[in-house]
């Protein structure tokens, strides 16, 4: 009897095998999700990062295949060890930067590097704030010996990516934060992002969890069930979720008299949405951002880099630039970062421009508001090569 019922477990688990895998060959064959699903991970430092040798075929806003290096960040493999007379440009930002939507040669990135014939490595990470790229350049960027540092700053998203215990968390689980006390700057949380990374590769099943979420398109099915039983049908949209959403994101209720300053509503209401024309803690958030900026120059140009920054603005914001001719009595995001970085003595280059004399602007983004086109990543190496050569940046 004893041998009857474990040949009926048996023949259910080989068959339940069975029909798990055809289905992961099906959806691998067809393409319906990305490879693997989830691109990121779970970070110590930075509280996610990208999972290393992993292979992205994004399909959700354009298309792009591309291969995480084996030190974790979307490019050709660099050594730690610089070679004499190699000039190398480090570029940090968001997913702006990191351009999954197109294919990793059509990235402004890749373009400048072959123009310039220097190094230029792209450490974009998707949805990072100018806090985790001040992160990421203390724990990993500055081993490459970079001789400048572009910080590509998102206006639309990076002011609140920067707070998000105001704003409300953009990610899943545990960020690291910072806040500035006594005219300081001060990380916050890191505790917490570290004991919540000890926790998932602590134990057998997290560390399987965390292999099949990244390598199976079942792991990303499965992760959505408790999303889709709760009725969140708008988890199914995040492919590449490094995380099942937890929930953690605020929602303010905003009113009209909250709104007494002028900086309260720097850059209105593309970034908050809703038609929402102020918050009352961006002027703060915005303080913020200065000071990240300003430290990330600081150990920059102490490790002996040049420190550059460059305002790139979302595509309705440009629209609503090009439509005005510059006359909306609003002051704008890029004008105050223009102020900012002249009174640091900062390079500061806006992309808002030159992207405004372009004949067709919405072109140069993919579905206008979305990433940048193969021809918005053109005109921004463009601008940046000049850009470069004008502050005589690059050697020669």
Known sequence: MLRGILLRLTLTFSGVLFVLIILEVGFRMTGVMCSGCAYLQRDPITGYTHIPDKLVVFNEEGYGIHRINRDGFDDSYYSLDKSPGT?????????????????????????????????????GLGSSGTDVQLLQW????????????????????????????????SHP????????????????????????????????????????????????????????????????SGTFQAFPPNGT?????????DCLDDDDYLYGSHVLGGGVRCHPYFAEALDLTEALILTLR?????????????????????????????????????ERLEVFSQNSGIDFLSLTSGFSDHSDPRQLYIDCPGHFSQDGHELAAELIESFLTEHSVLPG
């Open 87 to 123: 000039f190398r440009v480090a570029v940090l930002g968001d997913s702006l930067v990191e351009g999954l939507q197109v294919m990793p040669e059509m990235r402004f990135t890749e373009i400048l590097e072959k123009d310039l014939a220097v190094d230029v490595l792209n450490f």
């Open 138 to 169: 203390r724990h990993k960027v500055r081993q490459y010996q970079p001789d400048a540092v572009i910080l590509v700053f998102s206006e639309s998203t990076d002011v609140i990516d920067n707070a998000p215990q105001v704003f409300g968390n």
């Open 173 to 236: 689980g545990e960020e690291p934060y910072f806040v500035v006390d006594g005219g300081e700057l001060h990380m916050k949380n890191a505790d917490a992002v570290r004991a919540q990374y000890i926790q998932e590769v602590g134990s057998f099943w997290g560390v399987a969890k965390r292999w099949t979420r990244a390598n199976l398109f079942l792991g990303r099915i499965l992760s959505l069930v408790p999303s889709l039983l709760s009725g969140d049908a708008t988890a199914v």
């Open 249 to 257: 994101s605020q929602s303010l209720v905003i009113q009209d008299e």
């Open 298 to 334: 600081a150990e920059v140009e102490k490790s002996g880099a040049r420190f550059l920054v460059v305002s790139v603005s979302d595509c309705e914001t440009l629209m609503d630039h090009v439509h005005s001719k510059g006359s909306s009595p609003d002051p704008s995001l890029t």
